[in-house]
Nanobody
Framework: QVQLVESGGGLVQAGGSLRLSCAAS????????LGWQRQAPGKQREWVAS???????AYADSVKGRFTISRDNAKNTVYLQMDSLKPEDTAVYYC?????????WGQGTQVTVSS
């Protein structure tokens, strides 16, 4: 059973930065896709960024140029560096890992950006 544990969320002012971490139980090198999604109050969950085996990183237009996804295989951890944060980035951020045909989710970490 795969467990994903997010951390690093919090309250930050607009323009600030946060780095989210997602620690996996076991090696992350087995996953085809590692990524982040978010869900704001009253809205559907939306894709934020992914690392895809053989393809590299991909980002939603809303975060491109501000967020950076990365991985540390030695620590079995995926990161989301979030810079130039905006109030509209406020959401619960979820880590996602895919090893076909299974998808695993973390419990989420709250990010709140004040104006």
């Amino acid at each position: 059973q795969v467990q994903l544990v997010e951390s690093g969320g919090g309250l930050v002012q607009a323009g600030g930065s946060l780095r989210l971490s997602c620690a996996a139980s076991g090696s992350i090198s087995r996953f085809n896709v590692l990524g982040w999604q978010r869900q704001a109050p009253g809205k559907q969950r939306e894709w934020v960024a992914s690392l895809i085996s053989g393809s590299g990183a991909a980002y939603a237009d809303s975060v491109k140029g501000r967020f950076t996804i990365s991985r540390d295989n030695a620590k079995n951890t995926v990161y989301l560096q979030m810079d130039s944060l905006k109030p509209e980035d406020t959401a619960v951020y979820y880590c996602r890992a895919v090893v076909a045909p299974y998808t695993y989710w973390g419990q989420g970490t709250q990010v709140t950006v004040s104006s």
